[in-house]
């Protein structure tokens, strides 16, 4: 078959685009081959995947024991400072790169489908940023991460129901109980017939004292027949 001229001057247009600017692997910054997308195909094999979906007692289910009640927890990948899962969300949360998000949560949720828990999710709500913030970062990360599951689980995600009500500190220097603290009675549901009676994936970024998705989950369980899972990118 025959690829017409326009197309094949496209073809052309893109390869020499690719030699002068090629787009790099954001996580080990190697340029990336024709077909691979954020990540190469070294990193996607090799980042640390925990796997934690296939297991009910995980390191995120426990992290989260006697402080809120929760159906499920995971995290794609281990958090450790200076490795290439910090460099690539540092990446999404600081330097506008929210196809970052979006393809995680894309191919994480291929993953999730396999757990019949995490299968059976109704809504996607992410970790809300307060107004302020989210007029000067331009975009909550939590929210690209939220598209990406909802398009490869099939399910809608939700960005107004759950509100953050209280601008709060960063937590990045904080101790735990000053992280709890911090974020205690910060959020409220908006329209509780939005997820009265059904299961809900929290999600957000990263996972380090899990404030923040405990305060979360708090809210959304004081609606009735709410049932709240929980997923990240990161565990730290």
């Known amino acids: 078959m025959k690829i017409p001229v326009l197309d094949q001057v496209q073809v052309w ?3 020499l685009l690719w030699l002068v600017y090629p787009e790099l692997c954001v996580a080990c910054e190697k340029p990336l081959n024709t077909g ?3 990540l190469c195909t070294s990193c996607r094999f090799r980042l640390p995947k925990t796997n934690f979906h296939l297991d009910a007692g995980n390191p995120v289910v426990k992290h989260f024991w006697g402080r809120v009640r929760i159906e499920a927890a995971a995290s794609y990948f281990l958090f450790t400072k200076g490795e290439k899962v910090q460099h690539l969300i540092h990446l999404l949360k600081y330097k506008k790169r929210k196809d970052i998000g979006v393809f995680i949560g894309d191919i994480y949720g291929y993953d999730l489908k396999k757990s019949e828990t995490f299968a059976s999710v109704d809504v996607i709500i992410p970790v809300p940023l307060h107004p302020d913030k989210l007029r000067r970062r331009g975009y909550n990360q ?3 991460f939220a598209e990406g599951l909802s398009h ?8 107004t129901t759950l509100k953050r009500n209280t601008a709060t500190e960063t937590q990045t220097r904080k101790h735990r109980y000053e992280r709890f603290e911090n974020v205690d009675k910060v959020f409220s549901v908006t329209d509780p017939g939005q997820v009265k009676g059904k299961h809900v994936l929290l999600v957000d970024d990263v996972i380090t004292t899990g404030s923040t998705l405990v305060a979360c989950a708090e809210a959304l369980l004081e609606q009735p027949g709410t049932r709240v899972s929980i997923a990240t990118i990161a565990y730290a």
């Open 152 to 159: 490869s689980l099939k399910v809608s995600f939700d960005t």
């Open 13 to 15: 247009f893109d390869d």
């Open 36 to 38: 691979e997308k954020c």
């Open 142 to 144: 939590s929210e690209c």
